[in-house]
């Protein structure tokens, strides 16, 4: 599976923007799916992810209420809406996915558990 995200670049702090995550290779409808974020000298840090099965949805709390993942199992596409953006988002997002595993539901903020990763995109959020 190979990913490409998309849709990063410059927006004012209370503005919008929403990423994309495209695969290929093999279709998403069976992976579980994730948004993680890494900002300048610091560690990339998990933001959002969704189940493969039930749409269960996960979100760190710096970011509910204002960031949606969802899903187009049949574009095998994977979504942040990010709504409210502060200047703290400023980051490269990254999508990764990872095949179905029971745990999930637990560890779904863990790198370890995707399998594959996007490229990354940048967002930067000016005040």
């Known amino acids: 599976v190979q990913l490409q995200a998309s849709g990063g670049g410059l927006v004012q702090a209370g503005g919008s923007l929403r990423l994309s995550c495209a695969a290929s290779g093999r279709t998403l409808s069976t992976y579980n799916m994730g948004w993680f974020r890494q900002a300048p000298g610091k560690d990339r840090e998990f933001v959002a992810a969704?189940?493969?099965?039930?749409?269960?949805?996960y979100y760190a709390d710096s970011v509910k209420g204002r960031f949606t993942i969802f899903r187009d199992n049949a574009a095998s596409t994977v979504y942040l809406q990010m709504d409210s953006l502060k200047p703290e988002d400023t980051a490269v997002y990254y999508c990764a996915g990872g095949p179905q595993r029971p745990t999930f539901r637990l560890y779904y903020s863990q790198p370890t558990l995707y399998a594959y990763w996007g490229q990354g995109t940048q967002v930067t959020v000016s005040s």
């Open positions: 969704r189940g493969w099965s039930d749409s269960s949805t």
